[in-house]
């Protein structure tokens, strides 16, 4: 019984209620704006935390998970993807400013390239292998969400920003090449 508990636990991602990490003061945020509950206000919630706050530069909320979407958007300059480059442009500015509602939009990125991998699905129909590359990326998010939330590591987001933005990137590139 035990057993089949410790499996079903690690489906659920815990809530935390303090952050992992430290939220110092910078540029985009200081501790009063911990009570901001306004729309444009509201700092983004703790389970979305990946870094201290700040640590590298007073401007930069989350420095690594910033710089790392480089690499989401030139996957989607590289695949054609304006998808793509909305996605990483939209997570490099939330990781940098730390609002909620810029939290908001970085997952409406994600959600239009979710939207499109589905859309290319004739892609994996003529070539099943290319179905492991959207899996990875899944893999090492739900993965990420683990290791940052119960664990505190900080590398795996940016783990999660390069590999997807590489695996998604090389999908739809190769989805591309067999439409022509």
Known sequence: MQYAQNIISCFKFPTIEASAYTRGDGYWSNSGDEKD???????????????????????????????????IIGAGVLSDSPE????GTASAVSHAIPKEWLLKVDKLGA?????????????II?????????????????ADVILARTQGHKWSHVVWHCASGAFVGYFLKAASSMET
């Open 84 to 87: 793509l480059v909305f996605a």
């Open 111 to 123: 959600g239009l390239v979710a939207l499109k991998v589905l859309s290319e699905y004739q892609a």
């Open 37 to 71: 509950q306004t729309f444009f206000g509201q700092l983004t919630n703790v389970n979305s935390q990946r870094e201290n706050w700040y640590e590298k530069t007073p401007y930069v909320a989350e420095f690594w998970c910033t710089v790392s979407n480089v690499v």
């Open 126 to 142: 003529s070539d099943p292998k290319l179905i492991i590359l959207p899996l990875a990326a899944a893999a090492i998010h739900n």
